[in-house]
């Protein structure tokens, strides 16, 4: 065999070699390609998901942090309705205690004769006993219990937001046979307003007048002592509870 015949030979099996292993390079290759274009479809699917997971928390954030400034602002105006209701029952307490600093002032002369100011959960009282303001049984106002409700009167009329319960009180004794002491006990509290409305000026829609008869004792009805106790009427003035509500309102 010639050298050229050789070198054709040998060149003629390099290259199917050659185009064997080629092609099974090319196969590997596109084998490769193939796992890694569904690694990348598969990923793409996970940065999709990941991207939905992420809107779908952007919006759940959204939301909450909306409820949370909507819940937030309400606590603000709560915490100021309740701070300007603080303040004012503050004003209405100081205001009730200038009043009652005032009213002992303007009662001091009948301090002696049955008449107790004091201040009591919120409110103001002015008791006066039955002696002072009328005769045992009746209900007709004498001169000395007139003169001391001017007295109060012009400390009412200087505070005319105040609002005043009169209150008429009775012992458990009968005064006459079919007589009734819670009658008398609002005819009393009645005579009062009246007093009050035609004498002194007093506003009227102001005033509420009621008896509770024998049934608000503060003493023993079984001794004389404790019935005069309980024969008084008690005057009772209220701060301005429209204004507190209103505020709360606002």
């Known amino acids: 065999m010639s050298h050229k015949k050789t070198m054709l030979i040998s060149l003629c099996v390099a290259i199917v070699f050659f ?45 909450i942090t909306a409820e949370y400034n909507q819940y937030k602002a309400r606590c603000q105006e709560s915490e100021r309705k309740l701070q300007a209701v603080r303040e004012l029952l503050q004003e209405q307490y100081n205001t009730l205690q200038l009043v009652e600093k005032k009213i002992e002032e303007a009662l001091a002369d009948f301090r002696d004769k049955g008449v107790d100011v004091y201040y009591k959960d919120g409110l103001v009282y002015v008791r006066i006993a039955e002696s002072l303001l009328y005769k045992s049984g009746s209900a007709k106002l004498g001169d000395p219990g007139k003169t001391a409700l001017g007295d109060l009167a012009s400390v009412l009329n200087d505070y005319p937001k105040l609002k005043v319960i009169v209150l008429g009180n009775t012992d458990d004794v009968m005064f006459k046979k079919g007589s009734d002491n819670w009658t008398l006990s609002t005819e009393r509290a009645n005579g009062v307003i009246r007093i009050l409305r035609d004498d002194y000026k007093v506003d009227p829609t102001r005033l509420t007048a009621a008896g509770k008869g024998k049934y608000n004792p503060i003493a023993d009805n079984t001794t004389e002592e404790g019935r005069a106790k309980n024969r008084r009427t008690d005057i009772i003035l209220n701060p301005d509870l429209e204004r507190i509500w209103l505020s709360v309102q606002q």
């Open 19 to 63: 185009s064997c292993g080629t092609k099974k390079k090319l196969a590997n290759a596109m084998t490769e390609i193939d796992q890694l274009k569904a690694q990348n479809a598969q990923l793409s699917n996970t940065v999709n998901d990941l991207k939905n997971q992420v809107s779908d928390l952007t919006a759940r954030n959204n939301s």
